[in-house]
Every structure is written in C-alpha cells, then in structure tokens.
C-alpha cells in the first residue's frame, strides 16, 4: 500500500508539470534571430563597430581644415587731471589743471582664422589608413562574438533538445512500468503471480517517476539557461525545441577545410592586425619628412577713444586679409622618430610571427574537430544501431515475461539497457551536430550554412 500511495503522488506531480507545457515551437531560425537582436555580448560588439565607424570617417581623417573664430570687446571709464606746472596763459596767469571725468573707451575685434596642413611626410594617409583597418579588425571581431555566441545558443539549444527527447524516453519507460503493475496485480489476484512481483514493478514505477521529475527539473533549467542567451525573460519556459538534426555533405565539408585559411576569423584578425602594424612603420616615418600647412585670417576691429587734453575724441576701423605658407622640418629631434621606426619594425615582425603562430594552431584545431566530427557521428550511427536491437530485446523479453518465461528483474534489466542506450544515442547525436558546428566556425562557415 505504501509504494501505490508513493507511486500515484509521484504520477500526479508528473501529470501538473508536464501538462503545464504549452507547444510553441522555438525554432533554430528563430532562436538565431532573437540572439542577433537581444544578446548583451552582440550588442557590445555592435557599438564597438559603430564606433570604429566613426573613427574612420573623414571627420577624423585630419584631411579637413580648421577654422576659428575669435572676437574681444572691451569697454574702458576713466577720470583724468592733467596739470601744466610752469605753463602760463597769455595774460601770465598760471595754467589751470585740466579735468575729463568720465572719460568712455571701447573696443572691439573680431577673427576668423584658418589652417590646412597640405603636406606632412604622408603621416596622415597612412593614419587614415589605419583608421580603416582598425574598422575591418572591429568587424572581425564582432564576427567572432557573433560566431561565439551562436555556439554558445546552440550548445543550450540542443542541451534542452536532448533532455526533451530523454524525458520522452523516461515516460515510455514509466509508462511500461505502469503497465506492469497492473499485469502484476491482475497475476497475483487470480493466483499466477506472487506479491514480489507486485511490489517490484511498483519500485520500477517509483524509481521511473523519480526519473521523469528529474528529467523534467533539468529540462527547466536548460530552458532558463536559452533564455539567458536570448536576453529574456527567464521564466518564459513554455516552448519547444526542434529535435530534428541534419548533418551536413561530407565533401561540403572537405571544400570548407580546403578553403579555411582565408575565412577564418581568427587568421583573418591576424592579416588586419599585420597590415596595421604596416600602416604604424609607415606613419612613424612620415616623421623624417618637413610638413607644409597654409594659414588664413580675417580680422575687423573699432576703436572708440575719448577727448584728451589735447586731442578731440576719435573712433577708428579698421579690417584685414592674411595669408600664409609655414614649412615646417624637424631636422633632429634626439632620435626620438629613428627609435620609434625601429620599435613599430620589431612590433611588426612580432606580429608576422604571431600570425604564423595562429595558422599553425588553427590548422591544428580543424584537424583534431574534423576527427572529432567524423568519430562522434560513428558513435552516434551506432548508438542508433544499438537502440534498435535493445529495442528488440525488449520486446521478445516482454513476450518471455508474459508467458513466464523469465522474471520480471530480467524484464527490468532489458528494459534499463533500452532507456540506458536510448539516452546515450540523444547525447551522441547532440555532441556529433556541435563538432560539426565547431568545424564549421574554425573553416569560417558558421554564419554561411542553413541550421
């Protein structure tokens, strides 16, 4: 009596969690389209983009000339006493002292000022350069965190996939168990079986209903660990997954590895970075070379000036037009320019070696990914063999059971083999389809292939 009252609270639990799933299908293209949209790392990435975007605009290009504008006003009160000592009127008297209070002063000046360096050792145009490059490098490496993260989603993806497929599996099981203990009471009650028999098929309920609550509790934590992925609400785990898996031509595969070294992304970030490198010895040479820049003013100005003792008050304008050429030659400078050549020469063989160094590993890792592929899908094709013969055993072992045959721990241990290799085809299926879609990110073809 104890095992039913355990086995019909564990069915009841079973029946409210899963029933409480609705069937919405999350497909792998829609799945792709909420992460381009939602994931923090993208969006990082895509902001880092939009920045070297800007950088590389003429804007900053220093290609541009720079204009100015200046303009001063100035306001000026003043009392003055003069005296005359020794000077006399011509009637003789003495001269007065002469007294202005009140005295007002204004001036005014306004410039417009303008600078273009025509020439400077072509320092600028390998910046620009650089600045160009430096926005292909961001590119890339927006490409990497998107090629990443689409692993990463996939990853889940197929994690919450595979455990779908093994509650599946764990609800035959429990579902054959059921059956049996209903075989099994109707066997004890007209005398063909014994009370042992009952009680066991009551345990494998127990233990298949554990099963199922523990697939079902691992399949809500890979839902909420997608949903992290796509940036949303983590208690949105009413969907499902597509379960179908499509493995890609085997010499489809061949011509991406063939063609590997140009697509990618991590030699590719080391062919931009190399011809930054570039561009940086050749801007530090510009240095060695005299600069030739134009300059251009326009200026207007008024001045307002008071009654003086011996002068009426005056206001005066005045504007003017300048024009100029500056050369401008740094003949010696300590050594500083000849040291950074030679600094920016040595930063570009170390990058040279670097991206030998890269070529080598990603050559490495293609080949062990590609053996990885090829070896899980083997696994997998023979877990698939494997299910169909424990499938098989499982039913000429039923039939045994049901004309007495064998007892029902032999029926147990056939039924165990089948859950047993059913789950180990699910995850081999799952690992084989994320070797693929390694190898198809280290060949740069990740972003290029339907999933």
Do not use: C, H
Not at 86 to 100: C, K, L, M, Q, V
Not at 231 to 252: M, P, S
Not at 308 to 316: D, E, I, K, N, Y
Not at 438 to 451: D, I, K, P, S, Y
């Amino acid at each position: 009596m104890k095992y039913k009252n355990m086995s019909a609270f564990l069915l009841l639990a079973i029946t409210f969690t899963v029933t409480s799933f609705s069937q919405d299908l999350l497909s792998k293209e829609e799945a792709i389209s909420q992460m381009l949209v939602n994931n923090f790392g993208i969006k990082i990435a895509e902001n880092q983009v939009e920045v070297a975007d800007n950088n590389q605009s003429v804007l900053n290009s220093g290609y541009l000339p720079t204009l100015t504008g200046n303009a001063n006003a100035q306001y000026d009160r003043s009392n003055e006493t003069r005296e005359f000592p020794g000077a006399f009127n011509e009637d003789g008297s003495p001269r007065p002292n002469t007294e202005i209070e009140g005295a007002e002063s204004q001036s005014y000046n306004a410039s417009l000022n303008v600078n273009y360096l025509l020439f400077d050792g072509l320092g600028r145009f390998y910046n620009y350069k650089q600045l160009k490059e430096t926005y292909n490098l961001t590119e890339l490496q927006a490409r990497e965190t998107i090629e990443n993260t689409t692993l990463q989603l996939f990853s889940v993806y197929f994690d919450v996939a595979r455990l779908t497929e093994n509650l599946e599996v764990f609800k035959q099981a429990l579902e054959i168990s059921q059956k049996r203990v209903t075989r099994s009471q109707y066997g004890f009650d007209y005398g063909q079986s014994t009370k042992l028999e009952v009680l066991q098929a009551e345990v494998d309920v127990v233990t298949d209903s554990v099963n199922v609550l523990n697939a079902k509790q691992q399949l809500l934590n890979a839902k909420r660990d997608l949903n992290v992925v796509l940036n949303r609400e983590l208690e949105t785990i009413g969907f499902q997954v597509d379960t179908l898996v499509e493995f890609e031509n085997d010499l489809l595969l061949e011509s991406f590895v063939e063609k590997a070294e140009f697509n990618n992304v991590t030699l590719l970030q080391a062919e931009s970075q190399t011809r930054i490198s570039d561009f940086e010895i050749k801007a530090n040479k510009a240095l060695l070379l005299p600069s030739v820049g134009l300059t251009g003013s326009y200026g207007w100005n008024r001045v307002n000036s008071p009654a003086s003792a011996f002068f009426p008050g005056s206001v005066s304008r005045g504007n003017n037009l300048t024009v100029g050429a500056n050369l401008t030659w740094n003949l010696f400078d300590g050594g500083r320019s000849i040291v950074g050549i030679k600094n920016a020469k040595i930063l570009n063989d170390s990058q040279k070696l670097q991206e030998q160094q890269f070529e080598l590993q990603v050559n490495r890792d293609i080949a062990n990914a590609l053996g990885n592929y090829r070896n899980l899908l083997k696994i997998y094709k023979i877990q698939e063999q494997n299910v169909e013969t424990n499938q098989n055993n499982l039913e000429r072992s039923r039939e045994r059971l049901n004309l007495g045959q064998i007892s029902s721990i032999e029926f147990r241990q056939a039924q165990i083999n089948l859950i047993n290799v059913q789950t180990n085809k699910n995850l081999a299926k799952y690992d084989a389809k994320l070797a693929e879609l390694e190898l198809l990110r280290l060949t740069g073809q990740l972003l290029n292939v339907e999933f």
